[in-house]
């Protein structure tokens, strides 16, 4: 079955101590993706890779980090989480990313 | 850069009643658009997408959307309403940036609550 994983999908932490979501997809996909969803600000893209190695930022990108050593895994990496990074993240994936994309679960992340 | 605006925040309507939910989109290059629909507590999916060909797209559960190139919309609508579509839809723009990457930006999204 197609689909694109996100674990946790849940998770409650402190703030300052470095958490890792991670993201796979079993489609083959070159291009991924993550978002945060927050309350009438609908999705908003942080970072995003077109291939192995290949990484940019999106439009919130400030307090993540990314990677992309292998082509099915695209990790999200928060070196020191802060209250304001609390939120709903969204893994995504898509052949060149100008098509249909396909969503993980999510991951509901709580900053205390 | 390209946006895309969702007029309304909220639509009640009445079960059987028909729907619209209004997309508008900005963008100086040609664009490819999508409609993704989240029930609560779960990831988004896919509705219909316009990549090109006739303006009229038909999607999943009964609904469609009319590519307005001259207005710049994307209108998603449904002529009857059933109580599971309560959810929350979202409007996305797919629009080629620098470096040959696309960039795909969702409207804030429209939550449809259908009353019994």
């Known amino acids: 079955e197609a689909q694109v994983t996100q674990n946790p999908r849940y998770l409650i932490t402190v703030t300052g101590k470095k958490l890792t979501v991670t993201c796979s997809q079993n489609?083959?996909?070159?291009?991924m993706s993550w978002y945060r969803q927050d309350p009438g600000l609908g999705l908003r893209q942080i970072y995003y890779?077109?291939?192995?190695?290949?990484?940019d930022k999106g439009d919130v990108p400030e307090g993540y980090k990314v990677s992309r050593k292998e082509k099915r895994n695209f990790p999200l990496i928060l070196e020191s989480p802060s209250p304001n990074q609390t939120s709903l993240y969204f893994c995504?994936?898509?052949?060149?990313?100008?098509?249909?994309?396909?969503f993980g679960q999510g991951t509901r992340l709580t900053v205390v | 850069a390209q946006s895309v605006t969702q007029l309304d925040s909220q639509v009640p309507v009445f079960e059987e009643a028909p729907v619209e939910l209004r997309c508008n989109y900005s963008?100086?290059?040609?664009?490819?658009l999508f409609w993704y629909v989240q029930y609560p507590n779960q990831g988004l999916q896919l509705l219909l997408k316009?990549?090109?060909?006739?303006?009229l797209v038909k999607g999943i559960n009964g609904f469609e959307a009319e590519f307005n190139k001259s207005q710049t919309s994307f209108h998603l609508r449904k002529p009857s309403v059933h109580i599971s579509d309560t959810a929350e839809y979202f409007c996305?723009?797919?629009?080629?940036?620098?470096?040959?990457?696309?960039?795909?930006?969702f409207g804030k999204g429209t939550k449809l609550s259908v009353i019994p």
């Open positions: 996305a723009v797919s629009e080629r940036s620098g470096a040959g990457s696309y960039q795909l930006t």
């Open positions: 489609m083959n996909h070159e291009y």
């Open positions: 963008s100086s290059v040609s664009v490819y």
């Open positions: 890779s077109m291939n192995v190695e290949v990484t």
């Open positions: 316009y990549l090109s060909g006739s303006t």
């Open positions: 995504a994936s898509s052949f060149h990313g100008q098509g249909q994309a396909f």
